[in-house]
């Protein structure tokens, strides 16, 4: 039987990716769910494309025109986050891609491990937000999460089989980004769009500024750590400007296990659809030959002091990541909308988590209090 996957995110750049890979295997997956924010255009050329059983525009605005255009074809069309939140309980669904960009996946994610869903996981900061939380009810709910980030993706595969093996270290692989090797003036008036500007990788506006500020490593190191049950100690962090080697694992022995490709961002998404097997495509395939050397070396903490943010925010624990993770949105946000200079970002960030109540054991609703509590504050620095 194909498996019938909801796509929370369909219209971003993973969305889009991961409709991708169901074109290519037609035979093993389908779409049952597109959800999407405001882009309501695109949500309904792939809703006319796929014909999924449900379409969700979180925007309300834009209602009335998703509606109107599919109204003729068999297609239930919500609107609003609760609908969101509600669908991934369907019993049609058996895969839930959680793409939504930042802490708005957070919710979702709940109800569909509630729901004993399998996870297709490219939300990392729901993982940054409430890890320990999220990591309890995956167990209680024996509900599977397979990474969808290349790195995390990586680390997964490596570890298929070396259940009973001792992990000596994890290393997730940087690009460095678009300013690596730059010096700190250089930074002082970077535009938007040398910010945008990615060496290797197609992303979203906010992931690829998170990757300009090294802080995108920072939040992916306290996704590992709640992904794969290990202390921060035993996370290191490489920069390797290729991309080709998207993490490895060390074992107790010294052996190392890497997982390699071409950085494409569709060979992860299908694998997570897939697992445990891997299904043959018509993607671009990696070769030694144009790639005649590989390099590494060590993420500057001092200049991307981001890294540094999120590493001692996961040391204090608590609330801390989830403050960090909003101050993190609100000034990603105010930078694209030329409100902050680039530099201003680990500046705010620093002082949003000073300026916010410490909570040392936090549930569910002190996340959410913390959250909403984190932004008013970096709203305020930046005014």
Sequence with gaps: MKKRIAILGSTGSIGTQALEVISENPDYFEVEVLAANKNADLLIFQAKKYLPNTVIIVDEEKYEQVNNELSKLPIKIFTGEKSIEQIV????????????????????????????????????ETLVVAGELIRKLAIEYKANIIPVDSEHSAIFQCLVGETHNKIDKLILTASGGPFRGKDINYLKNVTIEQALN????????????????????????????WLFDVSIEKIEIVVHPQ?????????????????????????????????????????PKFNFIDYLQLTF??????????????????????????????????????????????????????????????????????YISSDKKSREIANLLIK
């Excluded at 960009?101 to 939300?123: D, E, P, Q």
């Excluded at 990615?198 to 750590?225: F, R, V």
């Excluded at 296990?257 to 445990?276: E, H, N, V």
């Excluded at 001692?312 to 949105?329: F, L, R």
């Design 89 to 124: 309980e369907s019993s049609e669904i058996d895969i839930v891609l959680t793409a939504i960009v930042g802490y708005a996946g957070l919710i979702s994610t709940i109800n569909a491990i509630k729901a004993r869903k399998t996870i297709a996981l490219a939300n990392k």
């Design 243 to 283: 991309s080709i080697i998207h993490s490895l694992v060390q074992f107790e022995d010294g052996s190392l296990k890497a997982q390699m490709g071409l950085p494409d961002m569709k060979i992860p998404i299908q694998y997570a659809f897939s697992f445990p097997d891997r299904l043959k495509n018509s993607f």
């Design 198 to 225: 990615h060496p290797n990788w197609s992303m979203g506006n906010k992931i690829t500024i998170d990757s300009a500020t090294l802080m995108n490593k920072g939040l992916e190191l306290i996704e590992a750590k």
């Design 297 to 366: 070396e060590k993420p500057d903490i001092k200049k991307f002091k981001c890294l540094n943010i999120a590493v001692e925010a996961i040391k204090k624990a608590g609330n801390t990541p989830c403050v960090m993770n909003a101050a993190n949105e609100v000034v990603v946000s105010a930078f694209l909308n030329k409100k902050i200079n680039f530099l201003q970002i680990p500046e705010i960030i620093e002082q949003t988590i000073m300026k916010t109540d410490y909570i040392k054991n936090p549930d569910l609703n002190d």
